[in-house]
């Protein structure tokens, strides 16, 4: 069974067409702009359906007779469209920080307590309320206020969905809209999407069929947003199987038949099946080596950085926070900003770079802790997204974590599991197993245990005792003016 999957990272639109055996048989990306500033985090949707329809047309001219489309892209994200999802302005993105005002009014309403949420700015209803409070002209002429899967399966359909899991960054309870709620924030509900189960089968628009060449018939099933489709994707099976996604962001979730703490709000727990999805994003992870290598290694490729950073000793003493845009899971703070730490004459860029990897182990380490916190142990590690490309970077998570990493031969874990989703309800009885695949398994050294222990130490205190600082500077310093586009 061939199915086309469209897969809308931060850094890039994709189109990806699987076999039966869960191998690639075609694949097209485009880059994506996003428009920063230390608030703002934008990308604009006319963009995405351009280069996503580039893709689409691309894949389809190499493979024939496809048997189904789905979608999977971010969640938290807000696209406010018209009646034809047009775009009425452009993207707010899951780490985008300007609705902390509002996400701090509604967690002091009633209607918003008894639902049994946590809230941030990092949520869709303080976006949305944010929308009305400063644009009223454009939430005057938005249709529905959609995630980025939904927009593109607008596109494609005509219509306004959103899967179940989606809907949850909504405050839904048993799938549905908060209306209490909605009813003191004077948003309306028919501005929301229809929230439809995963595994919901769609039709393309009569329009998408004859733009892409496709049949009429051809089903558009709805799965759901990046880090769960990626967990699917990375053949979780048992109590305690976690993964870690590393592409622009991190994403760490892990199987298991546990509860976590009610009141436990640096981490999410999502309910499909008869199983728990627990853990928690970040926001940057593949996106810190962008960094690096835009700024310090200029036209150097990952492959370079790795023996580059191999020069570097482990016990430099550098220490580096990786918070460029903020943090969400596990510290959930809008205020901190990145640092390099212990910065002595002798080091250099290299030395630099390699506590640039470390920091991604700290931060797969910290999520892990606040998942275990809850009595969930953890047992292995699937990899997989750009990050597990580096072998180096593999080795220090294993290092820092005392876990052990498998990583997955299938770097594209996110679009595969959407695959096997959509599979899943086309083809009855089908067994996803078979086709995820270890690559390589890391294992942690004895011989450095005890330095990554005290350096992770470090690193937690050094968060700890600057967060007063982070918090004056975003009050003094902080740059406001307008919005830079980048390629992330």
Not at 433 to 454: D, G, H, Q, T
Request: net charge negative.
């Amino acid at each position: 069974m061939k199915g086309l999957v469209i897969n809308l990272g931060f850094r890039s639109v994709r189109a990806i067409i699987f076999g039966s055996d869960g191998r690639i048989l075609a694949s097209s990306s485009r880059k994506v702009e996003t428009f920063l500033s230390s608030e703002y985090v934008e990308q604009d949707p006319d963009e995405w359906w351009r280069k996503g329809s580039e893709c689409l047309r691309e894949v389809l001219g190499k493979v024939e007779d496809i048997d189904f489309i789905t979608v999977t892209a971010s969640a938290a994200c807000v696209t406010p469209v018209d009646e034809k999802a047009n775009p009425t302005m452009r993207t707010i993105l899951v780490s985008d920080k300007r609705a902390d005002k509002e996400a701090s009014y509604i967690s002091r309403l009633d209607s918003f307590k008894k639902l049994g949420y946590e809230t941030s700015a990092y949520y869709t209803i303080p976006r949305i309320l944010w929308i009305k409070r400063n644009r009223p002209d454009i939430y005057g002429r938005t249709f529905k206020f959609l995630s980025p899967n939904d927009f593109f399966i607008a596109k494609l359909t005509g219509d306004f969905v959103i899967d179940e899991l989606n809907a949850t960054k909504y405050y839904t309870v048993n799938n549905e809209y908060p209306r209490e709620l909605l009813r003191d924030l004077e948003i309306d509900e028919d501005k929301l999407p229809e929230i439809k189960p995963i595994g919901s089968m769609l039709k393309l628009s009569d329009e998408s069929a004859e733009n892409f060449h496709l049949r009429r018939d051809l089903p558009v099933v709805v799965t759901t947003y990046d880090a769960i489709c990626a967990f699917f994707g990375s053949g979780v099976r048992e109590e305690g199987d976690a993964c870690d996604i590393s592409g622009t962001v991190t994403s760490v979730r892990v199987l298991t038949r546990r509860d976590i703490r009610p009141d436990e709000s640096r981490i999410f727990q999502l309910r499909y099946r008869d199983w728990n999805i627990v853990g928690g994003s970040n926001n940057l992870g593949g996106g810190l080596i962008e960094w690096l290598l835009n700024n310090f290694y200029m036209n150097r490729t990952y492959e370079d950085l790795e023996k580059l950073s191999n020069l570097s000793s482990a016990a430099s003493g550098l220490i580096f926070l990786p918070y460029l845009m903020g943090e969400r899971a596990p510290i959930w703070d809008d205020k901190v900003r990145g640092c390099f730490l212990g910065i002595e004459r002798f080091h250099n860029r290299d030395d630099m770079a390699r506590a640039v990897l470390e920091s991604t182990g700290y931060v797969l380490r910290s999520l892990i802790e606040a998942i275990e916190d809850n009595g969930i142990q953890v047992n292995r590690i699937y990899a997989s997204g750009g990050l597990a490309r580096i072998d180096l970077i593999n080795q220090i998570k294993a290092d820092i974590t005392g876990k052990k990493i498998y990583k997955l031969m299938e770097a594209e874990s996110t679009a595969l599991g959407a695959y096997c989703l959509a599979r899943e309800v086309l083809e009855p009885g089908f067994d996803a197993s078979p086709l995820f695949k270890i690559e390589k398994e890391y294992s942690p050294r004895r011989e450095v245990e005890n330095m990554y222990a005290e350096a992770y130490r470090l690193f937690k205190a050094a968060y700890r005792d600057l967060r007063r600082f982070h918090e004056e500077r975003y009050e003094a310093l902080l740059p406001r003016g307008d919005l830079r586009g980048v390629h992330l």
